[in-house]
């Protein structure tokens, strides 16, 4: 009887150790990678378990030990996802709100339109700052370029926080130092977190026209980085809703949002693994390869098409988007498809140091958006264009 009831004990303990430790995992998902604290009980339990047998005592005992190695897996690899929260030293205060960014059911979100000026300021949680600027938004939704020159010379501009102008003011967004240096108009159909995806959807959806753009562009430009990859594969947290796009038959096609993506509750519940992550993203990283070259392939064809118009892709290949073996990859996909790429550390090895960048923040500052601006001028200018 003693040995039952020390046996239901047992059983009790272990079952409601486990019942505690998987509500901890949950409430911990996003700042605790959860599979290492199942691993870790696991590892304890089977040990416990091990003393209580006698001829599997070995076999269990050893079993043990992988989960043991899976859950310092799982610690090691814990920053190497995208589902932890990385601890941050500084905060953003300003227009990034419900009453800047509205839902768009294209692009995921835009900044709500109509003429204003709004605050953005970056700073250290001590208060001190890293920058503090005005944004100016035309009438729509569009960071605001100079009202100078032709309409039938308009540059349309797309990108992230780099082409929209992070950090800088009105004057040293990229598409606002192009445009004084050319005397063209410029859009700036750029956003903060925006891929290639967000470009390939407007251009689609004729997005300039139905705003209610008059001209058509006669030159597009896009700002590529490495870090686009991601945010067109839909591992953007805050682009849930964003275009997603497939390859089929080597084309991108539009497949819904990213919100329309369902997985199984086993697909959710192992996505929080690091171990999971780790080895699906190696799986699928060619096909993410493939999924952005095909976007911005078909991104120039719409442009040549529609408006008849070059298509100029500048790759900002510095710091976290240096040279690699994916970079050169893209790249000579791009080449082959006969688009314009400009490498930028080729042409101005200089933006590599540190004071063309906004300190503590690493957002380009006016001095390495000029030196950029210049190359397209340059480049526009060469009779290069094809």
Request: with cysteine; proline share 4%; hydrophobic share 40%.
């Amino acid at each position: 009887m003693s040995n039952i009831f020390h046996s239901r004990m047992f059983t009790v303990l272990i079952a409601g150790s486990g019942v505690v430790l998987a509500a901890t995992a949950y409430g911990l998902r996003e700042s605790f990678p959860p599979f290492c604290i199942g691993f870790s009980y696991l590892f304890a339990a089977l040990i416990f378990w091990s003393f209580r047998l006698r001829g599997v005592r070995i076999y269990v005992h050893n079993a043990a030990f992988v989960f043991l190695a899976l859950a310092i897996a799982e610690f090691w690899l814990r920053n190497d996802g995208r589902t932890l929260t990385v601890p941050s030293d500084t905060y953003r205060e300003g227009p990034y709100s419900a009453d800047y960014i509205q839902h768009d059911k294209e692009l995921g979100y835009s900044v709500k339109p109509g003429r204003r000026t709004v605050g953005a300021a970056k700073k250290f949680n001590d208060g001190r700052i890293i920058y503090s600027v005005s944004y100016t938004i035309d009438e729509f939704g569009h960071r605001a370029t100079p009202n100078t020159g032709s309409t039938e010379g308009s540059v349309f501009f797309f990108g992230c926080s780099f082409t929209f102008g992070e950090g800088v003011s009105d004057s040293d967004s990229l598409p606002y130092l192009y445009s004084v240096l050319s005397g063209r108009r410029t859009r700036n159909f750029a956003l903060h977190g925006y891929g290639p995806h967000q470009m390939l959807r407007a251009l689609e959806t004729d997005r300039p026209k139905l705003l209610g753009i008059p001209e058509s562009p006669s030159l597009v430009v896009y700002l590529a980085l490495m870090f686009h990859l991601d945010r067109a594969a839909g591992r953007n947290e805050s682009d849930r809703f964003g275009p997603r796009y497939e390859v089929k038959n080597g084309q991108a096609e539009y497949a819904g949002s990213f919100a329309g993506k369902r997985t199984n509750w086993f697909g959710r519940v192992l996505a929080h693994s690091r171990i999971v992550a780790r080895l699906a993203l190696r799986a699928q990283h060619q096909r993410d390869l493939e999924r952005f070259s095909a976007i911005i392939r078909k991104s120039r064809d719409l442009v040549t098409d529609k408006y008849i118009a070059p298509f100029l892709v500048l790759w900002w290949d510095y710091g976290d988007n240096r040279e690699s073996e994916d970079a050169d990859w893209l790249i000579q996909s791009l080449n082959q498809a006969r688009i314009n790429v400009i490498r930028l550390s080729k042409v101005i090895p200089r933006l590599e140091a540190s004071d063309y960048y906004i300190p503590f923040d690493g957002h380009p500052n006016g001095n390495a958006l000029k030196e950029v601006a210049r190359v397209i001028y340059d480049w526009s200018n060469t009779g290069e264009r094809k």
